[in-house]
């Protein structure tokens, strides 16, 4: 049995050694058929892409069609099955942190994305005792406040995020790809380049980064296009980090982070910059996020939101993210954001999905952290939470290549008819 005593406090609360052990009742989902008969009926009625074989007691099952090498599933444990079928990606997670199942060759990611490219997330059903099971964890998640789901993520241990982190700033948010092998490094500079130049920063002008994470936005905006700025964070080790940041690039005369809520800012700055912020605020608060943007902004200033977004009708909520990764998050719907922004009378300039770049950036983080998850203390980092950080980075690359993840960025400003570049960045 794992020992969750000294895993972070949100994943021990999480993980259930007893639950993660016991044959889950699916009598309502399969009457008569075993789990096993019914993954593998599941998988050849909807696995078209590509070729899987499940391999379980010595026997290869095939599935699929594709003259690509196939990708080996290796069931190491019955309870596999039942998870799956009656938790979608929550039980497939779950299962993998188990070590019920292993994808032979590190083909974990190939595999995910096969099965998000069939929907086969979409397809398997719940039955009642999960539907009220994620009832019940959404409500929790809901009933705390937003600095406090966003402290269990971010404040969970800064040797944690050193361990695939390896850009300059520590940048925690999708980059900018030419090229499918660019490092961690290039990838973020880029991005912020970007950023800087879709808003037009020019020397002198004030830059508000809301949800600063560890100042790399205005740590760059300060070096490279001469910007001053102000950072606000609720995280209390990213307020640590920006600060000592600031320090060793030589900009803390120039740039300066407050611990607290963006709600309580006051001022008037010429550009203003979300990188990665609006996830963590509740659908209900979308009006007192926007409304602060208008009220903080200059009035011929413009803003950039960057955020994980969703592309479909209805915003689902992963339910493995929602318990073990980002708990009371969220993925707002585009026509969500553009509501807010006509109802505050700031005008889009620009829309831009970045999801395929999302899938590079994660390639690097699960490389990265696949080398170096080893140096982690393995009493504080047992092989339980590994398992369920190696799975997070996985589904986000298999999401972003083969789901309904959208990466966007909105540009927008308060005055419609100033001068504003001819060509996209």
């Not at 998870?83 to 995910?112: H, P, S, T, Y």
Request: glycine share 8%; aromatic share 10%; with cysteine.
């Amino acid at each position: 049995m794992t020992d969750t005593r000294y895993m972070p406090e949100h994943a021990a609360r999480a993980f259930d050694a007893k639950t993660s052990r016991r044959q889950l009742s699916l009598a309502q989902l399969l009457g008569a058929r075993q789990p096993k008969d019914a993954f593998f009926e599941m998988l050849s009625r909807h696995l078209h892409q590509g070729t899987l074989i499940v391999r379980h007691n010595g026997v290869d099952h095939h599935f699929g069609a594709g003259e690509e090498a196939p990708i080996v599933l290796r069931v190491l444990r019955d309870e596999f099955f039942s998870r799956v079928l009656a938790f979608g990606n929550l039980g497939m997670g779950e299962a993998f942190m188990a070590q019920d199942f292993e994808v032979e060759d590190g083909r974990l990611v190939d595999c995910l994305t096969m099965l998000c490219r069939a929907g086969l997330h979409k397809k398997l059903r719940s039955d009642w005792s999960f539907l009220f099971r994620y009832a019940g964890m959404l409500a929790s998640n809901r009933l705390l406040s937003p600095a406090t789901n966003v402290r269990r993520h971010y404040d969970i241990g800064e040797d944690v995020f050193d361990a695939f982190l390896l850009d300059r700033y520590q940048v925690y948010s999708c980059g900018y790809a030419h090229a499918q092998d660019d490092d961690a490094d290039l990838l973020q500079q880029r991005k912020l380049d970007r950023i800087c130049q879709k808003l037009e920063i020019e020397p002198g002008q004030s830059l508000l980064d809301i949800g600063c994470g560890k100042g790399g936005m205005l740590i760059h905006a300060a070096l490279n296009f001469g910007a001053r700025g102000v950072g606000v964070t609720n995280s209390v080790a990213h307020h640590a980090r920006a600060q000592e940041n600031a320090a060793k690039y030589g900009v803390s005369d120039r740039v300066r982070f407050i611990l607290g809520d963006y709600r309580e800012i006051e001022g008037s700055f010429d550009r203003i910059v979300s990188v990665g912020m609006l996830e963590h605020v509740r659908a209900k608060d979308y009006a007192a996020y926007f409304g602060a943007i208008e009220r903080l902004l200059a009035p011929k200033g413009r803003g950039l939101v960057h955020v994980i977004g969703c592309n479909t009708a209805i915003n689902r909520h992963d339910p493995f993210i929602q318990k073990y990764v980002f708990p009371g998050s969220d993925t707002p719907k585009l026509s969500a954001m553009t509501t807010e922004l006509e109802k505050n009378s700031l005008a889009i300039l620009d829309v831009e999905n970045m999801a395929r770049h999302y899938a590079v950036t994660l390639r690097r983080w699960l490389e990265a952290f696949r080398a170096n998850s080893g140096t982690l203390d393995p009493v504080r980092y047992d092989t339980v939470f590994k398992r369920m950080w190696e799975y997070y980075l996985s589904c986000g690359i298999a999401s972003a290549m083969a789901g309904d993840q959208a990466l966007y960025q909105l540009l927008f400003t308060k005055d419609y008819h100033a001068p504003y570049r001819l060509q996209r960045v």
